[in-house]
């Protein structure tokens, strides 16, 4: 058999990562929103910050039973239930008139988002070359970078036009469409469609037992390095544009919701670039260890400098931000890395964990930010909200800094083997 045309392959992937882009829309929705929740929950920092991180809880939950799912149910599957779960918990949330049952809902699309990274590359590593993984992957997260793009300024224009329970609920609908498209035109493996599979030497891996599996997974150093890593180069970025980002430049720096919002959609814009072009370079010099430390420098250095001086002039900080952006876009090169750094049969499981890594660290951080800016907070309200001072949003940008230093440090304790081809994997 002959490997897949290209066009069958983009067209599997292609429907895996708009579902991926479904989910990074509605991760960092709360941000552009931030006012109109506060305002309409009744909600302090520290109980929008919970609301937006139920995401991220339920998300993280769910990293390590995907990756041991994913390679006895196939992707697909586990694809067309988190399109459903998504879909209803977009509705659920856009229809909530209580903070608990909006909460609910944005547990739901959480735990159903968090199938979507870890499903896409397993069909990735069968549709595609495998000396292309670590460019396509990338590729995806600039494609589901779109998804955050769209929920800055295009979605506060809608939601002001429209109302934002409408506009919400309105993408749960675009979620089950988008599961039924999967239902019709995904499949696991080329050869359900008669072609040749580029994972042919994983399929002969012998199965083993979930027990033994997790033992060999617990005992990889690079496993848990790795998401520690992303907890801080890819946690903290997604903290700061996923929720409190619009907050600081609306409070600090005196901008209205639709212009500090494009701020952070700038920041996630360049952090998609970065996905490819460090998964690119990373290829090309077959190395993992060095571009990646090379990301967490940029983002290190971005929020240390903010943190240092949050008042310094826009023309300063927005670039550093922006350069942080692009650095943070090197986490992409931990499933690349952690692929490579464990046997074939773990490394679903192993790419749920580094995965959940960047969402534990979110789920930490955005609560945390908000309990330092209610420690910090004197009173102060404008039409229902809670306005915070510099000294509070410095408090919480430090915590951030700090986590990313701390990040870089876990980057150069890992050990990369002597590179090889990364070898093709039944899940990864």
């Not at 041991?68 to 459903?84: D, E, H, K, M, N």
């Not at 498209?181 to 072609?195: F, K, M, Q, S």
């Not at 876009?329 to 690349?336: E, H, R, Y």
């Amino acid at each position: 058999m002959r490997p897949p045309p290209l066009r069958l392959s983009l067209l599997v992937w292609g429907l895996a990562v708009a579902f991926y882009l479904f989910g990074f829309f509605q991760r960092v929705a709360p941000a552009s929103l931030a006012d109109l929740l506060m305002r309409d929950f009744a909600l302090s920092a520290a109980a929008l910050g919970n609301l937006s991180a139920l995401y991220y809880y339920t998300y993280a939950a769910v990293q390590l039973p995907t990756g041991v799912l994913v390679s006895r149910l196939g992707p697909t599957r586990l694809l067309l239930a988190g399109c459903l779960l998504a879909g209803s918990g977009a509705l659920l949330f856009g229809l909530a008139q209580q903070a608990a049952l909006a909460g609910l809902g944005r547990a739901l699309i959480g735990a159903a988002h968090g199938v979507a990274w870890v499903s896409m590359l397993a069909l990735v590593t069968h549709w595609f070359p495998p000396q292309r993984f670590g460019t396509v992957s990338g590729v995806s997260l600039m494609v589901g970078t779109v998804g955050a793009v769209l929920a800055g300024p295009p979605l506060r224009w809608l939601a002001d036009e429209w109302g934002w329970r409408a506009t919400l609920a309105g993408t749960g609908a675009v979620g089950l469409l988008l599961a039924l498209l999967i239902w019709a035109l995904v499949r696991d493996d080329p050869r359900e469609r008669g072609h040749a599979s580029f994972a042919t030497a994983a399929a002969d891996q012998p199965t083993v037992p979930l027990g033994q599996a997790l033992r060999e997974l617990f005992s990889s150093r690079n496993v848990w390095l790795l998401a520690g890593v992303n907890s801080g180069v890819c946690g903290a970025f997604l903290a700061f544009t996923g929720l409190w980002g619009v907050p600081f430049f609306v409070q600090v720096h005196g901008l209205d919701a639709k212009a500090a919002s494009l701020i952070t959609t700038a920041m996630l814009v360049v952090f998609a670039c970065g996905a490819p072009i460090f998964g690119a370079l990373s290829d090309r010099w077959r190395n993992r260890k060095r571009p990646f430390a090379a990301g967490a420098v940029l983002v290190a250095a971005g929020f240390g400098v903010v943190a240092a001086a949050p008042q310094a002039p826009l023309a300063l900080l927005v670039p550093l931000l922006l350069i942080g952006g692009l650095g943070a876009g090197s986490m992409v090169l931990s499933f690349a890395y952690v692929k490579e750094s464990v046997a074939p049969t773990l490394q679903g499981a192993a790419s749920g964990v580094v995965n959940a890594g960047a969402m534990v660290g979110t789920l930490v951080q955005m609560p945390a930010i908000g309990l330092i800016l209610d420690a910090h907070w004197d009173g102060h309200m404008v039409a229902g909200v809670r306005q915070y001072g510099v000294a509070a949003f410095q408090m919480g940008l430090a915590f951030l800094a700090l986590w990313t230093v701390a990040a870089l440090l876990l980057v150069l304790a890992t050990r990369e083997r002597p590179h090889r081809s990364p070898g093709p994997a039944s899940a990864a």
